[in-house]
């Protein structure tokens, strides 16, 4: 099995540290608003990659963080002294405190995996939740001399990392950042590549309350430092795979790379770096200001499917850019509805959960997972199988079941007479029509606390709702 690996800028053999047993880390989301569809297939990839390790029969220990401390926008051009800080926005425009934000959004994340059918990785951890190792991991920079002290902060000093013989940011791809180009003065810096350990609120900052006592005075850890110390607590000072979308390539992971090896003896940190590619929206780049952030629950409020945004995000290769328009959700939507009926011609047994002998479809499957995640691919061996008349019916229901632990499409479980079987609204009782028209107004209103606390109404009446891409499904509860 290959993956190209970032660091190395070429694709590699997979040989784990230590055989069968493979860490993974992946950067999960800030949680101070809803993760974009562009987000999503980083997650997505996170979990093929994860399924992929467990088809090929590893055994995976999945870590994955959860950003609910503030950190300034300007660490994304290298500055993490500039900028606005996410959560403190947040939380002023919604007028509650960081805390409340952080709770709402890391709720609905976790809460939203299951719409991908993303499997939870073994441990989710806050930043918030390991501030103390953050500061152990800071002291242990501070003491071998790579850590210094200014007004607003505690910094890392790249320049002393690279005068050991170090090489700073070799992981990135942006020379003009490596050079401090791109980034604000801060005067008190010893160079403008150096980004923060730990933060202090400057004079007539607007704090939020999310602050700890520290051995350098009352503040907050720096964004890049919480993936290095939750990683290492959960992981070892060295593991296997470490996984995050394409923007984090040119400042965040560098600078984990750096903090990480200088504090553990200059140890190799990680020895498979895997970045996903952006997400286009109609031919263009996807952002708030334009409108196009779509979130899971933009896509659900249209009526499609969430499994529909998986099978989207298989039919582009992860580290080529793929550009999303309704039209190709609809599609999709339509090849997985497609795919759904052609699998439940097979029928199923527990015979089936076997796959014997050396199959073609199953090398031809295994081949293209071993291709650096070449999930088109994959995809395209199954519709291939479905077709192929000179396979048993039994023989292809085994190898659906096997493919689709790595595509996770949920094809087995999947009931595609749901919508034949649907009620219709007016066979309802009219306390649950008036519901299901109360929750398509909070849905439309993306209010989707009080759309959930509708659907509990409805199924106290002892009916269940489903949304599709064909319509809403509606069934009495068994």
């Not at 994860?50 to 609910?68: A, C, I, P, Q, W």
């Not at 196009?292 to 582009?316: C, E, V, W």
Request: charged letters at 25%; one cysteine or more.
């Amino acid at each position: 099995m290959k993956f190209y690996n970032s660091l190395s800028r070429k694709e590699e053999e997979f040989v784990p540290i230590n055989p069968l047993h493979v860490g993974m880390y992946t950067c999960g989301p800030t949680i101070y608003s809803f993760p974009t569809i562009g987000n999503w297939r980083t997650y997505t990839l996170s979990d093929l990659t994860f399924r992929t390790l467990k088809y090929f029969g590893y055994e995976v220990r999945h870590v994955m963080n959860l950003t609910d401390v503030g950190h300034l926008s300007g660490d994304n051009l290298g500055d993490s002294s500039t900028g606005e800080d996410r959560m403190a926005k947040a939380a002023e425009k919604e007028g509650v405190d960081a805390w409340s934000i952080a709770g709402k959004y890391g709720r609905d994340f976790l809460d939203s995996m299951s719409l991908l059918n993303i499997n939870m990785p073994d441990v989710i951890a806050k930043a918030t939740d390991h501030v103390p190792e953050q500061i152990a991991l800071i002291e242990s920079i501070e003491k071998k001399g790579y850590a210094y002290k200014t007004t607003d902060g505690v910094y890392f000093d790249v320049a002393k990392y690279e005068s050991d013989g170090n090489t700073y940011g070799e992981l990135s791809t942006l020379d003009v950042i490596k050079e401090g180009a791109r980034v604000e003065a801060n005067l008190e810096k010893k160079d403008p590549r150096d980004f923060a350990l730990w933060k202090f609120f400057a004079k007539g900052q607007k704090r939020h309350n999310m602050e700890w006592e520290s051995p350098w005075g009352m503040g907050f850890p720096g964004w890049h430092i919480e993936c290095s110390a939750m990683s290492m607590k959960y992981l070892g000072d060295q593991f296997e795979v470490h996984l995050g979308g394409e923007d984090l390539r040119s400042t965040h992971h560098p600078n984990e790379i750096a903090q990480s090896e200088c504090a553990t003896g200059h140890k190799p940190f990680v020895k498979y770096w895997i970045h996903g590619a952006f997400l286009l929206v109609d031919g263009g780049r996807m952002g708030k200001s334009l409108g196009n952030a779509y979130s899971i629950h933009d896509i659900m409020n249209k009526g499609y499917d969430p499994l529909s945004l998986r099978y989207f995000y298989l039919s582009g290769h992860y580290r080529k850019q793929i550009n999303f328009t309704w039209e190709a959700l609809d599609s999709a939507q339509n090849g997985l509805n497609r795919l759904r009926k052609e699998v439940a011609k097979l029928g199923f047994s527990e015979l089936d959960m076997v796959v014997g002998g050396d199959n073609e479809y199953k090398k031809s499957f295994e081949k293209a997972l071993s291709d650096d995640l070449n999930m088109p691919e994959a995809l395209a061996v199954l519709w291939k199988l479905l077709g192929d008349e000179n396979v048993s019916l039994s023989d292809k229901a085994s190898l659906v079941i096997s493919f689709d632990q790595v595509l996770g499409l949920k094809l087995v479980q999947e009931e595609v007479s749901d919508l034949d079987e649907s009620l219709s609204i007016d066979q309802l009782p009219s306390e649950v029509q008036q519901l299901i028209k109360d929750r398509e107004e909070f849905r439309k209103q993306k209010n989707w606390e009080e759309a959930d606390a509708v659907r509990n109404k409805i199924s106290d009446f002892g009916y269940d709702i489903k949304d599709t891409s064909d319509g809403l499904i509606i069934k009495p509860l068994s």
